[in-house]
Nanobody, 113 residues
């Protein structure tokens, strides 16, 4: 299984970006996004479960929105009202129904004026 993430880039504070991730194969129970800022541990940003439920970290709740399609093996993260603290490498993660984890290569999001 390979995960391909895209959509990162440079954006000004208050701006928006949309990240996308596509898996090559597999049956998934969860698709999600994590991020790792310089000098910090990787943290969960948002997750989408196969039953349609979602989960967000408190730091992005109300600003970010995750969508997913386990049948199409894709997930998107719409990020609005970005601030400098959102600067990080964003990784997509997939959990198969057999509970194996897969990670994408990461895409850099830089929020700067």
């Amino acid at each position: 299984v390979q995960l391909q993430a895209s959509g990162g880039g440079l954006v000004q504070p208050g701006g928006s970006l949309r990240l996308s991730c596509a898996a090559s194969s597999g049956l998934f129970s969860m698709l999600g996004w994590y991020r790792q800022a310089p000098g910090k541990q990787r943290e969960m940003v948002a997750t989408y479960y196969s039953d349609g439920s979602t989960e967000y970290s408190n730091s992005v709740k109300g600003r970010f929105s995750i969508s997913g399609d386990v049948g199409k093996k894709t997930t998107n993260l719409q990020m609005n009202s970005l601030n400098i603290e959102d600067t990080a490498v964003y990784y997509c993660k997939a959990l198969t129904i057999s509970r194996r984890e897969y990670w994408g290569q990461g895409t850099l999001v830089t929020v700067s004026s």
